[in-house]
């Protein structure tokens, strides 16, 4: 091997050597940095039986915010405009009443409640009755907090089962209605020992202002 031919390998070879120690470094350095900034994982939709459980538990909101950093307000917004899911009409009624993940707009966020609403779902009807007997986000109007917790309660909606009573007790509505929530009441299920004090006591209150045949009418089983 000529002078020339050994000066070209080892340099050809240094270079390798570099080339090689370079790219080795990249790599560790991209593994260090995937390590350190994480891409989140996708988040799946929510079934329609998980979406409603964790509107029961009020937690919605929060998990869609605080858990899943807002990745999938763009899908709730096509299930509940496109799809017309009811449980996602009230989700991004809620997002967009609260200012979850998109600017605040109580008109539309109250206007998918009603969607939600319409389509039967009892979280949604609970949810205006209430709105409607407290005069949030919208004005009070005892005539429609009763058409909506009604209609919820017969649902069976525990809730909107308790504040229905508790708006007839307190002089609105009708006999028939008081009858109605005595009926839902007294035919509820619950394991909260706290949740059945209270029914008892709605129980007793109604009682006091129902003549006994209407009572012992009203205890008969559902669908009776």
Same mark, same amino acid.
């Given at each position: =091997?000529?002078?020339?031919?050994?000066? !070209?390998?080892?340099?050809?070879?240094?270079?390798?050597?570099?080339?090689?120690?370079?790219?080795?470094?990249?790599?560790? /350095?991209?593994?260090?940095?995937?390590?350190?900034?994480?891409?989140?994982?996708?988040?799946?939709?929510?079934? %329609? %039986?998980?979406?409603?459980? #964790?509107?029961? !538990?009020?937690? *919605?909101?929060?998990? +869609?915010?605080?858990?899943?950093?807002?990745?999938? @307000?763009?899908?709730?917004?096509?299930?509940?405009? +496109?799809?017309?899911?009811?449980? /996602? !009409?009230?989700? /991004?009624?809620? =997002?967009?009443?609260?200012?979850?993940?998109?600017?605040?707009?109580?008109?539309?966020?109250?206007? @998918? =409640?009603?969607? &939600? &609403?319409?389509?039967?779902?009892?979280?949604?009807?609970? !949810?205006?009755?209430?709105?409607?007997?407290?005069?949030?986000?919208?004005?009070?109007?005892?005539?429609?907090?009763?058409?909506?917790?009604?209609?919820? &309660?017969?649902?069976?909606?525990?809730?909107?089962?308790?504040?229905?009573?508790?708006?007839?007790?307190?002089?609105?509505?009708?006999?028939?209605?008081?009858?109605?929530?005595? *009926? @839902?009441? *007294?035919?509820?299920?619950?394991?909260?020992?706290?949740? *059945?004090?209270?029914?008892?006591?709605? #129980?007793? &209150?109604?009682?006091e202002k129902l003549p006994a045949r209407i009572v012992e009418r009203a205890r008969k089983p559902l669908n009776v």
């Open positions: =091997m000529t002078l020339f031919q050994r000066i !070209q390998f080892f340099c050809s070879y240094a270079l390798c050597v570099s080339a090689g120690a370079l790219l080795l470094n990249t790599l560790v /350095y991209s593994a260090a940095e995937a390590r350190q900034f994480k891409v989140p994982e996708a988040v799946q939709l929510y079934t %329609d %039986d998980e979406l409603v459980r #964790l509107i029961r !538990q009020n937690s *919605h909101l929060q998990r +869609v915010r605080d858990v899943d950093n807002c990745q999938l @307000y763009q899908d709730i917004k096509a299930q509940a405009e +496109v799809e017309r899911r009811p449980a /996602y !009409q009230f989700l /991004y009624g809620d =997002m967009l009443a609260y200012a979850v993940c998109y600017d605040r707009n109580v008109e539309l966020g109250v206007t @998918y =409640m009603q969607e &939600a &609403a319409i389509q039967g779902l009892p979280e949604a009807l609970e !949810q205006l009755g209430r709105y409607y007997h407290l005069g949030r986000l919208v004005q009070p109007d005892m005539h429609r907090a009763i058409l909506y917790l009604r209609e919820a &309660a017969s649902l069976g909606n525990l809730p909107a089962q308790k504040r229905f009573a508790n708006i007839l007790l307190a002089g609105h509505g009708s006999a028939l209605d008081m009858e109605a929530a005595y *009926h @839902y009441l *007294h035919n509820a299920v619950t394991a909260s020992a706290q949740e *059945h004090r209270q029914i008892q006591t709605i #129980l007793l &209150a109604l009682e």
